[in-house]
C-alpha cells in the first residue's frame, strides 16, 4: 500500500489519484473528527472539505517532515477552533452553531458525550485524539505541542476520571449504563 | 498499585495497552500483568473505558468527491500544469550552466533525505496506531493460494493438518481450497478477530494460523467466519458488535462445545505488531467459566486466561497454554 506521505509528494507532482486516495483514506475520519467536536453533521461535512481544500492549495508547501496523518489534523484542529471562534457562545463542549442535535441519538452516545463533557478540555481533546483518531502520543504532542509524558500524564487523568464518572453514573442509573457498555469482544489467538 | 509490590506505574500499565511502551518494557510489563490480578482488573477497566468510548460512532454520509473540491483540485492541477510548460526555456537556460550541478547534487540529497524520511516513516506505521480504518481488501488477501494453504496447515503439527480441511480467504470470504478427512480445519485468520477496540484491528499484515479440532470447528469457527463475512460486507463496528450479540441471542451463533481447542503453532504467522509470531501455543474454548477452575494466571501456572474474550459478544472463555515447539518440531523460543 502506497504511504499517505508517497501520496502526498505524487499529488505535489501533478497527481489527481494521489489525492483521491488520500481523500477516499481520511473522509471518513475526519468528518468524524468535526462530527464529535461540532456535534452539527452539516458543519461536519463542510469542514471536512475545508481541510480539504486548504490541502489543496497548500500543496506545494507541504514539506514530508510530518506525517500526512498529522499534518490533516494540524489544519483540523486549526479549523475547529476558527469555528468555536465564530461562536464563542458555544464554548460548552459539543456545542456549535446550533444546539446538539439529540433526535434519535441513541442513549448510550448521549452518555458517552455527557461523560466526555466533564474532562477538563485538554484532557478531553487528548482523549478524542487517542481514542477517536487513534494517534500516538508522539502525533499528539506534536499536534498540540506540549511534551509526550505530558499527554501520557493527561491521558491517564482523563481516564481515570472517565472511569470514575461511569461508574458512578452505573450506581446511580443502572439501566442507562447497562445500554452504554459495549462488551469487549474477544479474539481467538494471541493478538 | 504501588511500585513495591508492582514493578510497573498504573501510567506504564495504560501505555502498555496502547502499544507505547518499548518492546523489552513492554515484554516485562506483560510478564507482571499475566501473574497479577490488580493489574489485570486495572487492564480490564481502561479497555473498559475505550469500550465504552467506542459506542459513540460518527456515520459519514458516503459521498464522492465534492464539486467545490473537484473545482480548486482542477485549477491547482491546471496552474501546475501551465507552470510545467513555461519551464523549458528557464531549464534550457539552467542546463547550460554551471548551477545545474550544484542543483543536481541538491536534488539527490533532497531524494536521499526524502527516501530517509520516508523510510523513516514507513518504520512507524509499524507502530500499532497505524492502522485506524480498513485498508484495501486486496492488502488482507493472500495472493498465492498455496502459500496461504501452506501457511494454514503450518499451525499444527502435520499429522493433524495433513488431513485437515483448508480454508482461504477470497473477496467473499473464506472459501474451501481443500477438502479434509480428520474433522480438523485450518486457516489463516486476519486481524479482524482481534478486539474491536485494538489498535491492530484493521492491521493488514497479521495472518493467524490456526487449526481447529472438531469440535471447535463447528462451534468457534463459526465467529471467524460470521466476523469476516460483516467486515466484507462493510458493516462498521458497532454493527459487527451488535449482530454478533444478536446471533448468540438468536442462537444462530453456537456456544463453544465440549473439548473444543485449536492449535496455533506456526512460526509462519503474524500475530500483530507487538509480538509478531509469538510462540507456539494450544487454546481451549468454553462458556464463560472461572479462571480459577484451570489455575489460570496463578504463578508459574502455564495456563493463562485470554482476557480479550471476557465481557466480549461472544460469550466464552479461553485459556492458552504455550508449548515448547513449532509445528515442525523446531524448539520453540522460552516466553
Known sequence: MTSDEALMLEFQSGSRAAFEELFARYRKPLYGFFGRRLNNPERAED??????LAVIRAASRYEPRASVRTYLYGIALKLLAAERRKFLTSSTFGQSASEPKTDGTPECVLWVRQAMEKLDAQEREILMLREYEQ?????????????VNTVRSRLFRSRLALKSYLESEAKTNPALRASAGQPHPGKRGMQ | MSTNRHPIEQEE???????????????????????????????????GVSQELMA???????????????????????KREAAKISSPRFHNRVLTSRWVWAGALAIVCVAVGLKLT???????????????SMASIEQYLMPDRNAEIAMARSAAPEAISSDARILVLGWRGYETAIEGKNGFVCVVERSWTSPFNSAQFWNPKVRGPVCFNPAAARSILPLTIKRTEMVLGGLSKAQMIDSIKVGFDNKEL????????????????????AVGHYVPHLMFYFPPTDKSSWGA????SPV??????????????????PVSKWSDGTAAPVM
Not at chain 2, 501473574?35 to 486495572?42: A, F, H, K, R, V
Not at chain 2, 453456537?254 to 505488531?273: H, Q
Not at chain 2, 494466571?297 to 508459574?300: F, I, N, R, S, V
Open chain 2, 13 to 47: 500499565l495504560m501505555a502498555y495497552l496502547d502499544g507505547e511502551l518499548p518492546l523489552d518494557r513492554a515484554r516485562e510489563t506483560s510478564s507482571h500483568v499475566e501473574l497479577c490480578p490488580e493489574c489485570q482488573t486495572l487492564a480490564a477497566d481502561f479497555r
Open chain 2, 304 to 321: 493463562t486466561l485470554n482476557p480479550q474474550f471476557q465481557g466480549g459478544p461472544e460469550p466464552i472463555t479461553e485459556f492458552v497454554i
Open chain 2, 118 to 132: 520516508l523510510t523513516s516513516r514507513n518504520r512507524n506505521d509499524d507502530h500499532s496506531t497505524a492502522y485506524p
Open chain 2, 297 to 300: 494466571d496463578l504463578p508459574d
Open chain 1, 47 to 52: 469542514l471536512a472539505q475545508e481541510t480539504f
Open chain 2, 56 to 78: 459513540w460512532e460518527v456515520e459519514s454520509p458516503e459521498v464522492g468527491i465534492p464539486s467545490e473540491i473537484n473545482v480548486a483540485l482542477g485549477e491547482r492541477l491546471q
Open chain 2, 254 to 273: 453456537p456456544t463453544p462445545e465440549p473439548g473444543a481447542m485449536c492449535y496455533m503453532m506456526s512460526r509462519a504467522g503474524y500475530l500483530n505488531d
Open chain 1, 135 to 147: 494517534l500516538s502520543y508522539s502525533e499528539i504532542a506534536e499536534l498540540l505541542r506540549i511534551p
